[in-house]
């Protein structure tokens, strides 16, 4: 690294760090960026005047508002709600809505961020945003969730549009809940328009967005091993999650001829030697998408797999990896036993699913790694496509959307290929990806104007 790199970056995360105190993962999310980007910054000094990064790191508009919601029981409940507006150079506002107890300023503001520079990458005019509460889930009713969800958009709703703002899913969001804040968005508003994206079927949703996320990984990791004359044919896959993510991700690695071994939620991980197969998935799908039950359970119906309570999967031997639940869940540790069994490639599903220390002993090893941004962008990209339908009030067929999904994932890695390419010849991924989106969102803000 240049000596302007070291020094911009260092006094660039102080004042971030203490305008920002206590939001570690916001830290670290631009904390990422600046160290792929720090010498772009170098190279055209009108941004360093124009204070672009200063600017990219502070939301547009930040917006936290109570929930209050009654329980079956009859006792009140209040949680937080969430929605920051990062970022809308490049079009409205985008980007999922989490509920997870976890919730917290610092996550959302983190998520806001990467989201602004993943749906730059997906050639689709989106701009960045993040919301949720700290609600769980987890063990509440049908009806909880609807007045929890009905609560929720009864303040969201006068901050979102299909011009202004486009929610969608994240962890703990789905499409049953996608469907309960459509319901009241539409009762409050007395408007039916493309304002939520990952809305069923019969009601304006797009064919393969529940898919789209995990498909997409599946789709950039084979572009990545193809770089190495590699493919998922005959791989030992491990996914880690057992969510939307997680479960389209195995689907389609084991439809490309994988074996995809584990899968897992906080509580643990199931190993099945044998691997997945049609069948076993369809009771991974009933299991947590209908029961809404936990993956250990899957041991009790094929008992030939094991359920590793506590644990991470990582250390399970394979040749690719997919990390697909949350932030920070595949640690220096974790990355080592990757290396040293012999994997090749590592695809993000998650966003930030690999700690700092991580990344460095994954790319030290000069394994194949694609960060988040990069390799899920295949979920929000298709709901632009969603949103394109809504507009056009068209529906297109699955085939239509798959292949746009295909071309999409392909340009990005062809962005990540253009900027991440080094003299050796290894692809930086997550160099590649900051770069290429950096430059776009820098420029559409340049061109604004002072705004
Ligand atoms: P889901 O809620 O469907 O599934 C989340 C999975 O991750 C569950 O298995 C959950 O286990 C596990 N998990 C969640 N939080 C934790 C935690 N703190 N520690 C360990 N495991 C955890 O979410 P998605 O599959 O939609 O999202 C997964 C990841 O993918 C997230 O990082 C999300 O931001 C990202 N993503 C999602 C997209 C989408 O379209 N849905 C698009 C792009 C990225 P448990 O049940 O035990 O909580
Ligand atoms: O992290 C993500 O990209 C998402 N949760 C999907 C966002 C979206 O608007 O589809």
Known sequence: ?????????????????????????????????????????????????????????????????RVPWMDDSGEIQINRGFRVQMN????????????????????????????????????????????????????????????????????????????????????????????????????????????????????????????????????????????????????????????NVAQYAAQKAMRLGAKVVTMSDSDGYIYDPDGLDEEKMAYIFRLKNVLRGRIKEYVTEYPTAKYVAGEKPWRVKCDIALPCATQNELDADGARALVQNGCICVTEGANMPTTPEAIEIIQGAKLLYSPGKASNAGGVATSGLEMT??????????????????????????????????EDGYINYVKGANVASFLKVAGAMMDQGLV
């Open 1 to 65: 690294m240049s000596s302007f790199t070291d020094k911009y970056t260092a006094s660039f995360m102080s004042g971030l760090i203490a305008r920002n105190p206590g939001e570690t993962e916001f830290h670290q999310a631009v904390s990422e960026v600046l160290g792929s980007v720090a010498p772009t910054l170098e190279a055209y000094p009108y941004l360093l005047d124009a204070k672009i990064m200063e600017r990219m790191t502070e939301p547009e508009r930040v917006i936290m508002f």
């Open 88 to 243: 809308s150079a490049i079009g409205p506002y985008k980007g999922g809505i989490r509920f997870h107890p976890s919730v917290n300023l610092s996550i959302m503001k983190f998520l806001a961020f990467e989201q602004t520079f993943k749906n730059a990458l997906t050639t689709l005019p989106m701009g960045g945003a993040k919301g949720g509460s700290d609600f769980n889930p987890r063990g509440k009713s049908d009806a909880e969730v609807m007045r929890f969800c009905q609560s929720f958009m009864t303040e969201l709703q006068r901050h979102i549009g299909q011009d202004t703002d486009v929610p969608a899913g994240d962890i703990g969001v789905g499409g049953r809940e996608i469907g309960f804040l459509f319901g009241q968005y539409k009762r409050l508003r007395d408007e039916f328009s493309g304002t939520l994206t990952g809305k069923g079927f019969a009601w304006g949703g797009s064919l393969l967005r529940p898919e789209a996320t995990g498909y997409g990984v599946c789709y950039f990791a084979q572009q990545m091993l193809a770089t190495r004359g590699e493919g998922f044919e005959g791989k030992t896959v491990v996914v880690s999650g057992a969510g």
């Open 389 to 422: 339908q809504n507009s056009i009030r068209q529906k297109w067929t699955a085939e239509e959307v798959d292949s746009h999904l295909r071309r999409i994932m392909s340009d990005i890695h062809a962005a990540c290929l253009k900027y991440g390419t080094g």
